[in-house]
Each structure stands twice: as C-alpha cells, then as structure tokens.
C-alpha cells in the first residue's frame, strides 16, 4: 500500500493557514455597521480617513488619514476607533503605541464593533501589549461572531475549538464556524475546512469535498489553497491524478512529456 504524505503537508497548512495578526487589511471594515440603519456618527471622517489610509483617490497619506480618523471618533465612530488602533498598533503615520492601540479597539468593541473585538482576540492569542491569554482570545473571537457577521473571528474561534486553544476540544463546533466562515467567503477558513474533510477530523473523509474547498481558497489566489489543491492533483486524491495541474498549482516547472 502507498503511503501517502498526508499528514505533513495537512499539519503544515493548518499552520500555514492560521489567521493573520490583527492589522487594518484582515479586521477592518470599510463602511461602518449600523444595527439601526441610520449612518453611524462621524462616518463621512471615518471614511475620509479610509481613503487617505488606501490613497483612495487622494495622496496616501497614514498620518492624514489618523487625523480624519480622531475627527470620526470624537463624533462618536466606533469603526474609526478600530482603524485608528490598527495605525497605532503598527506605528503607521504615528510612533508606534500598543496600549493607545489597546484602548482604542476596547472602545471600539464597547461600541458594538465586531472587528474590533476579533483584534482584541488576536492580541490575547498573540501575547502583544496584553498577557497572552487564548481563553481570553477565545471570549473575544465568540463576542465578535456574536455581533457578527465576522469570518475572521469565525475561522479563528473555529480554529480555537479544533485544537483546544482557551476552550474544550469541540470538532462539531469548529466545522460549524469554519463552514460559516468559508460560507461567507473566507479563504482561510475554507482550507481548515478541507483540511478536515482531507483528515476526517469532525466529519467524514471525504477528498472530493476537500478538493472543493482547496479549489474555492485557491481560486481567491490564497496560497495554501493552492499548495493543497496541487497535492491532491499530485496524489490523486479527489480528482483524478494530474501532473501538469499539480505543478501549475504547486508553482513548479511544467513536466516534460516522455
């Protein structure tokens, strides 16, 4: 029987696949959320500050755009305290300050903003400017996707639940968290989810499921989608075997014909 390579590439892209660091390109939303419908205060500042922040039609500019930003959250904006806090937490357009950054994703999340949440977990899962601290992430992350939509938190949370990480080992949950994630178009989550279905890990094996997945993720251009997607080509799992697609997938020399 051939033994496959499953497992050593399935555990590399799980870590390869993990969530990204809180930063205004993963948690940030770009227009503001309103539970009643009606704009939220300082909106047209905040997102005169987003285009700043972007060079979106303007100069980029990191320090304008955390002027317009002060403007929004002195008016009341919950998603420009979360973008402001993302400035500070990488120093962009001003000295680099993890606690400004802290209080201002607290206030942000005490506003309701789901993104703002989700940051506050990463830094609790990462140790940055706070105890590190994956039961306290993981409150964070369920805040979030309670406030939601939020398919960062969701993968992240889902993530936290398939490895015991702050909270019991639950698979039932995190595949309902990472399907919800993935749903929602998030091409992290749709690896972890065919990481799962490539595993049998929460349901059944199912390698034409996986290759769904992977496909999905790697069509966003997600680069572990891609890598995965390329060895189910390369061992013929899912789909038939395939070696040109494996290596147009893979990033490899195309095979030369014998």
């Keep these: 029987m051939r033994r496959t390579a499953l497992p050593l590439w399935g555990a590399l892209a799980l ?55 002060w403007l929004a959250v002195d008016r009341g904006s919950s998603s420009a305290a979360n973008n402001l ?13 993890i606690p400004q950054a802290i209080r201002l994703y607290r206030l942000a999340a005490s506003g309701g903003n789901s993104y703002a949440m989700a940051n506050l977990g990463d830094l609790y899962r990462l140790g940055k400017g706070v105890p590190k601290d994956e039961a306290e992430a993981a409150r964070w992350y369920q805040r979030a996707v309670d406030a ?20 019991p080992p639950n698979l039932d949950k995190a595949v309902a968290l990472y399907r919800a994630a993935a749903e929602a178009g998030n091409p992290v989550a749709m690896v972890n989810l065919g990481n799962l279905y490539a595993t049998g890990r929460g349901v059944a094996r199912d390698d034409k499921e996986a290759v769904a997945w992977y496909r999905r993720a790697a069509d966003l251009g997600n680069a572990a989608g891609e890598r995965n997607l390329g060895l189910m080509y390369l ?21 030369t014909p014998r």
Excluded: M
């Excluded at 806090?85 to 300050?97: H, M, T």
């Design 148 to 167: 939601g939509p939020n398919p960062v938190a969701a993968n992240n949370l889902a993530l936290a639940y398939e490895n015991g990480r702050g909270v």
């Design 85 to 97: 806090a993302a400035l500070f937490l990488d120093g962009l357009g001003v000295q680099q300050d």
């Design 235 to 255: 061992e013929g799992r899912g789909v038939p075997q395939d070696l040109v697609e494996a290596a147009r997938w893979l990033k490899l020399p195309q095979p």
């Design 15 to 69: 870590i390869l696949a993990a969530c990204a660091p809180p930063g205004p390109e993963t948690n940030t939303p770009t227009v503001a959320r309103a539970t009643d419908h009606r704009p939220e205060p300082g909106l047209a500042e905040k997102l005169k500050g987003d285009d700043y922040r972007d060079g979106n039609g303007v100069p980029q500019s990191y320090a304008t755009a955390r002027r317009w930003y």
